[in-house]
């Protein structure tokens, strides 16, 4: 238990200088982006929605919510907890559904992704270490993960 609170103490120093303020208020997230943007950090070694990891650090929390977090500032990689609640999962399709963002395009067809769908397969199917294949394609080793365990990059 010592240890976990030196480890939760670290990570949160070291979690909230991982974003840039905006001018607008939103705390934008400076590594990993799935396509549709959002940030993905990693805690206790399980890989996760930075914007979630976010809301549990602010809040102290003991446990993840079982809800899901959800953006009031519409901005996936933001992760100023002022602009992150707790809601639904239907409360987060009305948001995006109120928002005409309910079919968020897929793979290189979107604006940031920054792979081509080839290769996100090349990485999919890539034998090579995560790092050596992060490096090779200049993404982090997070995103080759998370390529790898098809969480982003839809193959269309
Ligand atoms: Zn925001």
């Known amino acids: 238990m010592k240890d976990y609170n030196k480890y939760l103490e670290r990570r949160k120093q070291t979690f909230w200088n991982n974003m840039t303020k905006q001018e607008n208020g939103c705390w ?41 977090v ?8 933001c992760c100023n907890p002022s602009h992150l609640r707790l809601g639904s999962n239907s409360d987060n399709v009305q948001d995006m559904i109120s928002r005409g963002r309910i079919n968020p395009p897929k ?8 792979l081509s769908n080839e290769e996100a397969m090349t990485i999919r199917t890539s034998a ?19 390529i790898k365990a098809n969480k982003i990059y839809t193959i269309a």
């Open 28 to 68: 934008t997230w400076d590594l990993c982006k799935d396509k549709d943007g959002y940030g993905y950090a990693s805690f206790r070694s399980i890989t996760m929605k930075a914007h979630r990891l976010a809301y549990f650090l602010h809040h102290n929390l003991d446990k993840f919510p079982t809800k899901m």
């Open 70 to 77: 959800i953006h009031s500032c519409d901005n996936p990689a």
């Open 107 to 114: 793979g290189d067809r979107h604006g940031q992704a920054k």
């Open 128 to 146: 090579l270490p995560a790092k050596e294949i992060a490096a090779k394609f200049n993404v982090c080793a997070t995103t080759v993960y998370l």
